[in-house]
């Protein structure tokens, strides 16, 4: 073997242990501690319904969306594990990380059924299987996506539950800023004196209930998903709420705001979550949100084209000189 081959071995080999000895913070998850119960999924049948898959399934099969919708959990996830996996060899990013899945709980991937799976989940306990979950995949920190308008999430929050020290919480604002005419009811009935006009002392009480689900929670970050069609500034209530309400209390926290520009919603209705989409984001409108709110911090997912077709792109964005998270 000659040197330069020798050195290529050597530093592949450093990369190798290097990549298994450390261990990753996953900065935007799904996931839920096991204090929030039934919030939490989890299992093969779980796995297997994710709604990536479910439009993988949708668009390799001729079963009606509406048929799919009436199958039981077990039944749609069946379905899914013979078309994907059994009919068809699994090669995109989706299928292959449930084969990911199995291979790492030594389950089989060429079964013609899901039993020995369902079993194997079956007889875990949660927090044991949690653990184990995160070692294998060697992470040390999650971070949930906690929406405080959810009725069943916030119902645990307010029970006074501790989480799990590994997973981090976001404050997610999509119900708020999106669509506000279709929650002030929820905000009102929670004590806060919010009207969809945001007249009277509307700000002030979004920002007071920003503040109260801050010291709740203690986020990471807050979060909201804008559509491909946002622009800053306007003449919205959207455009408002984040000027006046949200990014004064990002500044006074000192957190990050994550942006997530170009989601666009049911795109195609009959598949549900299935059938979102995504659209060309302004780049201009997070230059102007940086011009204007310089000393706040921003993370930004954009969907943009540029001579090939729309692609997700992470973009850490900021004004000035401070660092990011």
């Not at 899901?114 to 949660?126: C, G, I, K």
């Not at 204007?292 to 090939?308: S, T, V």
Request: hydrophobic share 40%.
């Amino acid at each position: 073997m000659d040197k330069q081959a020798e050195s290529s071995d050597q530093i592949r080999s450093t990369v190798d242990d290097v990549l298994a000895s450390t261990q990753f913070i996953d900065i935007h998850t799904h996931l839920f501690a096991p204090q929030f119960g039934n919030l939490g999924l989890w299992g093969i049948d779980e796995i297997l319904t994710y709604h990536y898959l479910e439009a993988e399934f949708l668009r390799s099969c001729n079963m009606p969306p509406e048929r799919y919708w009436n199958l039981s959990k077990k039944e749609q996830a069946d379905a899914i594990w013979r078309v994907l996996f059994v009919e068809n060899t699994p090669v995109s990013e989706a299928t292959r990380g449930v084969v990911a899945v199995l291979q790492a709980f030594d389950l089989p991937t060429g079964s013609s059924d899901l039993e020995e799976a369902r079993s194997f989940f079956r007889n875990q306990n949660v927090e044991v299987h949690l653990r184990t979950t995160l070692q294998k995949a060697g992470v040390s920190t999650v971070v949930m996506t906690n929406d405080p308008l959810h009725p069943e999430e916030r119902e645990v929050w307010m029970r006074g539950v501790e989480p799990d020290p590994k997973f981090k919480t976001v404050l997610r604002l999509d119900r708020i800023v999106r669509d506000l005419p279709a929650h002030c009811d929820a905000l009102l009935h929670s004590g806060y004196e919010v009207d969809s006009q945001l007249s009277g002392r509307s700000i002030s009480e979004l920002r007071r209930f920003l503040f109260d689900w801050h010291e709740r929670i203690q986020p990471v970050y807050m979060a909201v998903s804008l559509p491909d069609t946002f622009n800053f500034p306007e003449e919205t209530i959207q455009s408002r709420i984040l000027s006046d309400a949200v990014l004064p209390a990002c500044r006074e926290f000192d957190l990050p705001l994550s942006l997530m520009i170009g989601v666009r919603y049911q795109v195609n209705p009959r598949i549900r979550l299935a059938g979102d989409g995504v659209g060309r984001a302004d780049l201009r409108a997070v230059e102007r949100l940086c011009r204007d709110f310089p000393d706040n911090r921003f993370l930004i997912l954009l969907c943009y084209k540029k001579g090939a077709p729309q692609k997700g792109q992470l973009a850490s964005c900021r004004s000035r000189t401070r660092a990011m998270i």
